[in-house]
C-alpha cells in the first residue's frame, strides 16, 4: 500500500517538474528572434531543389531514350527525342517551382499558382 502511494507521489512529482519544463521551454522559444541566415538557407534549398528538378528530368529522359535505342537498335535517335523532352519537362518544373518562390507564403494557391 505505501509502494502504491510513494509511486502516485513520485508520479505527480514528475508531471509537475515536466509543467515547469515546458513553460520554461515555452518561454525561451518565444524570446529567441528568427534569423535571415534560415532566410538565405530556405532560398538555397529551393535553389538546389530546382537544380535537381533539371537533372532528374535529364537523367530519365537519357535513360528512357538509351533504354529504348538498345531495345529497337535506332541508335542515338530515341536518346536525343528524349533527353530533350526530359529537359522540357525539367525546365516546366523549374519554372513551377520558381513561381512558387516567387509567391507570397500567406497567399493559398494549387500547383499551377492560381
Do not use: C
Not at 28 to 47: D, I, L
Not at 54 to 65: E, R, S, Y
Not at 75 to 91: N, Q, Y
Request: aromatic share 6%; charged share 25%; glycine share 14%.
Amino acid at each position: 500500500m505505501a509502494d502504491k502511494q510513494d509511486h502516485d507521489a513520485a508520479r505527480a512529482r514528475d508531471a509537475e517538474r515536466l509543467r515547469e519544463l515546458e513553460a520554461r521551454l515555452g518561454q525561451k522559444t518565444a524570446q529567441v528572434p528568427g534569423s535571415r541566415g534560415e532566410e538565405h538557407f530556405s532560398q538555397a534549398n529551393m535553389a538546389w531543389r530546382m537544380v535537381t528538378e533539371l537533372v532528374a528530368g535529364l537523367g530519365i529522359g537519357f535513360g528512357i531514350g538509351f533504354g529504348l535505342d538498345y531495345l529497337f537498335g535506332t541508335t542515338p535517335l530515341l536518346m536525343v527525342v528524349f533527353v530533350l523532352l526530359g529537359l522540357a519537362a525539367g525546365v516546366k518544373t523549374m519554372m513551377r517551382t520558381a513561381k512558387e518562390i516567387g509567391k507570397a507564403p500567406e497567399q493559398p494557391g494549387d500547383d499551377e499558382g492560381k
